[in-house]
């Protein structure tokens, strides 16, 4: 038997596909010009789908400690984090980050995906219990496979739900509620306020991943949770460096006084190699860049809401009422109609993600737009007329 016979409505799905003359699977990015462009296919365009939310892939400061990095450290740790691959320079980017945090405790993975893996896996013993949102990341997911812990999902943002489902646990089972401080998928973010407080009513400890919310959400670009003012109901952070950082990489924070025994039991913190220095150098600085970013997060904002308004106005079905992030989602009718318009899209010169089940909740197709702090405001009306221009193309009632 041909193991790989399994996936064969998969081939048949995208063979079915009505692309032409570029399939999203085989873009290649040939030259990137700044944070917000690139030459793809020949076209110049405009990168309307990174996850670089605070456009930080191009500051110098994080640039020059990068080539420093290289010059003075080498290539890469070749260790993992318990055996060799501890540096300096790992060392500083947990101070930096416990100080982003304002927290005691920080650890270091080599991806996000890494880190939500370790922490939900180690956390999540035997007779535990995890909670998380129906919506939750694969990496989420894929954290609670890899435990032992009972899991137990309420439905999406949904604070009653979660409320009926925690009533019948055990009182005093050990319990870890997760969850996401903005989704990945339509940009909305979560009532933490009132799942937190739930979730502590009921004696959860709290694991909030900030990976699409740090770096603009609240005062100092914590997350949701500082933007509420409820981080004191959050027993862990965990965020990623692919995103508003502008590298690679993952990471937990906590106040937690035995956080660090942590290093000894997760798996995915210790069978893998570590960060190369030159990520860990430029993460190290584009974390304090951010830290003092408050003009970018006004203009990122600024942006989101533009580029909301503006594909609402023209009459595209929103994903959100308003710019809840800098994730900005049109619904597609269909994966036909979807396909037709990612790929019209590019052909007008603008990059955008769709999105597909399973990645996205209740099989919807999208059009998912990440609004970067660095697009100008002649740039968001651009992808708002190219939006209207694909549509009138393809033929699709917005
Ligand atoms: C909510 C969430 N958590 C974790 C991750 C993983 O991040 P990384 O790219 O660092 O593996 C992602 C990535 O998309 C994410 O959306």
């Given at each position: 038997m041909d193991l790989l016979d399994k996936f064969d409505s998969i081939v048949e799905l995208r063979a079915s596909l009505p692309f032409e003359k570029a399939d999203p699977f085989k873009v290649v990015i040939d030259e990137v010009i700044s944070e917000t462009e690139a030459i793809i296919g020949g076209r110049h365009t405009i990168l309307a789908g990174t996850n670089n939310y605070m456009g930080m892939t191009f500051d110098e400061g994080a640039i020059d400690a990068a080539k420093d990095a290289l010059d003075n450290f080498g290539t890469g740790t070749t260790g993992s984090r318990v055996l060799n691959g501890t540096y300096g320079g790992h060392k500083a980017l947990e101070a930096a980050i416990a100080d982003f945090y304002d927290m005691e405790h920080c650890m270091v993975f080599s991806t996000g995906y890494q880190a939500n893996l370790g922490m939900i896996s180690a956390l999540g013993g035997k007779d535990d219990y995890v909670i998380i949102d129906a919506d939750s990341h694969a990496s989420i997911y894929d954290g609670c496979s890899m435990g032992n812990a009972t899991i137990v999902r309420f439905k999406h943002n949904d604070y009653e739900n979660l409320e009926r489902r925690l009533r019948r646990l055990p009182e005093d089972a050990g319990k870890l509620l997760v969850v996401e401080g903005v989704y990945s998928m339509l940009g909305d973010a979560a009532p933490l306020k009132e799942i937190l407080e739930i979730g502590k009513k009921y004696g959860c400890m709290t694991l909030v991943d900030e990976a699409h919310s740090m770096g603009f959400c609240g005062e100092n670009g914590r997350g949701v949770a500082e933007q509420l003012g409820v981080e004191d109901l959050v027993d862990f952070y965990l965020g990623t460096f692919s995103k508003s950082v502008g590298t690679v990489g993952g990471f937990a924070v906590s106040n937690h006084p035995k956080f660090d025994v942590l290093r000894f039991v997760s798996r995915p913190y210790i069978f893998t190699a570590s960060l190369p220095p030159s990520v860990v150098a430029s993460a190290t600085k584009s974390i304090e860049a951010i830290k003092r970013s408050g003009n970018r997060r006004a203009h990122l904002w600024e942006n989101a809401r533009r580029l909301h308004d503006g594909l609402k106005n023209a009459g595209f079905n929103m994903c959100?009422?308003?710019?809840?992030?800098?994730i900005i989602a049109v619904h597609l009718p269909d994966v036909m109609q979807g396909t037709k318009f990612w790929e019209r899209l590019l052909l007008e010169g603008v990059y955008a993600n769709m999105a597909a089940p399973p990645a996205t909740p209740a099989g919807m197709f999208l059009l998912r737009i990440s609004v970067c702090a660095q697009h100008t405001t002649e740039q968001i009306d651009e992808i708002i007329a190219r939006f209207v221009r694909t549509a009138e193309a393809v033929g699709m009632d917005v």
């Open positions: 959100t009422p308003e710019a809840q992030s800098p």
